[in-house]
């Protein structure tokens, strides 16, 4: 799977705002200047973050952008659903019928199932990942050792 700038860039942005904003709203100018993303590119993915209801916006001076929930309550997978960005890791199509593949003939090819899996994983693991746990940095970093079993840096 890649992500795409859309999704890394909104990811980015809502942990700004999470982390800057201490109940004041918060510019799209101060997270653009910041994250060093594109006002106008922010602009659009706010739009989307609004329309999902993760923020909420404040107009007037000293107006900018509020998340709508507790930091503790918005997860990477929500913020990456409201972009619009896939998350799949297969090749399929996303509007395919169930049960057909990536193949020619419909078919799944071999390694459609890892892949799916892998997918599914990963999208477990951003489900799990909310605002607050990037702000508090409590992101797991996981390393194989020298056993290749997986364990938490330190």
């Given amino acids: 799977m890649k992500l795409s700038?859309?999704?890394?860039?909104?990811v980015m942005a809502m942990v700004d705002l999470a982390f800057h904003s201490d109940g004041r709203p918060v510019s799209l100018a101060e997270i653009a200047a910041r994250q060093e993303i594109s006002l106008s590119y922010l602009e659009q993915l706010f739009g989307k973050?609004?329309?999902?209801?993760?923020v909420a916006s404040v107009r007037g001076p000293g107006g900018g952008y509020l998340l709508a929930n507790p930091k503790n309550e918005?997860?990477?997978a929500s913020i990456i659903d409201a972009v619009d960005e896939p998350t799949r890791v297969t090749r399929c199509k996303?509007?395919?019928e169930p049960?057909?593949?990536c193949m020619k003939d419909k078919s799944r090819c071999l390694t459609h199932d890892l892949w799916e899996e892998l997918g599914n994983h990963i999208r477990g693991f951003m489900s799990s990942v909310t605002l607050e746990d990037i702000c508090e940095?409590?992101?797991c970093?996981?390393?194989p050792d020298f056993d290749g079993d997986i364990v938490a840096a330190e």
Avoid at 5 to 10: L, Q
Avoid at 49 to 54: C, P, Q
């Fill in 141 to 143: 970093r996981a390393v």
């Fill in 74 to 76: 918005i997860c990477v």
């Fill in 49 to 54: 973050l609004r329309r999902a209801e993760l």
């Fill in 137 to 139: 940095r409590r992101v």
């Fill in 94 to 96: 996303g509007d395919a």
């Fill in 5 to 10: 700038s859309k999704g890394r860039y909104a």
């Fill in 99 to 101: 049960g057909q593949g």
